[in-house]
T-cell receptor, first 115, second 109 residues
Framework: DAEITQSPRHKITETGRQVTLACHQT?????MFWYRQDLGHGLRLIHYSYGVQDTNKGEVSDGYSVSRSNTEDLPLTLESAASSQTSVYFC??????????????FGPGTRLTVL | RKEVEQDPGPFNVPEGATVAFNCTYSNSASQSFFWYRQDCRKEPKLLMSVYSSGNEDGRFTAQLNRASQYISLLIRDSKLSDSATYLCVRMDSSYKLIFGSGTRLLVRP
């Protein structure tokens, strides 16, 4: 079955280290998204991509970067991890932007702790 | 003011009860709205899309009031399995999703 996966599921790292979170989907969806979820804030968009080689900044992009070299993957990199980046990170994908086809499917999440 | 506002709850209701959540949004240009369900420590999953004035799916009814800029979700005959957090979402003009912080529902036996 087609799916969207994230790895690692849990990560503990130290302040200042570079961290990369992986997201892989097998639906061949054009659109992929990264969110973070914190208590009291709901899900906030970090970066998104509408196709290969396309990347865009979201609401809370500072300190994060993404690259889209193929359809299946959108890795999220924390350039220099900070304690404020301790959060749960969700990746999502959607088939299209058109009404009726724009449902976003979410991965299981990555729980990141920055000490 | 948040773009999408929800009462965080929790709403604590007995099995079989009818419960309604409201959600207000600040951007009148929004065209598409959604309700997502999120179980504890799990990923959000789409519950309903709301494209026009509203729609119904079994025990769930979503309504959209563009004049007052709010969306509601009605759950009839609540089940224990309905216990979750319900996220109100609007799609902006760039097709990005804007999430509310969620309303927590607890259904008790």
């Amino acid at each position: 079955d087609a799916e969207i996966t994230q790895s690692p599921r849990h990560k503990i790292t130290e302040t200042g280290r570079q961290v990369t979170l992986a997201c892989h989907q097998t639906w061949n969806h054009n659109n992929m998204f990264w969110y973070r979820q914190d208590l009291g804030h709901g899900l906030r968009l970090i970066h998104y991509s509408y196709g290969v080689q396309d990347t865009n900044k979201g609401e809370v992009s500072d300190g994060y970067s993404v690259s889209r070299s193929n359809t299946e993957d959108l890795p999220l990199t924390l350039e220099s991890a900070a304690s404020s980046q301790t959060s749960v990170y969700f990746c999502a994908s959607s088939e299209s932007l058109a009404v009726g086809y724009n449902e976003q499917f979410f991965g299981p999440g990555t729980r990141l702790t920055v000490l | 003011r948040k773009e999408v506002e929800q009462d965080p709850g929790p709403f604590n209701v007995p099995e079989g009860a009818t419960v309604a959540f409201n959600c207000t949004y600040s951007n009148s240009a929004s065209q598409s709205f959604f309700w997502y369900r999120q179980d504890c420590r799990k990923e959000p999953k789409l519950l309903m899309s709301v494209y026009s004035s509203g729609n119904e799916d079994g025990r769930f009814t979503a309504q959209l009031n563009r004049a007052s800029q709010y969306i509601s979700l009605l759950i009839r005959d609540s089940k224990l399995s309905d216990s979750a957090t319900y996220l109100c979402v609007r799609m902006d003009s760039s097709y990005k999703l804007i999430f509310g912080s969620g309303t927590r529902l607890l259904v008790r036996p």
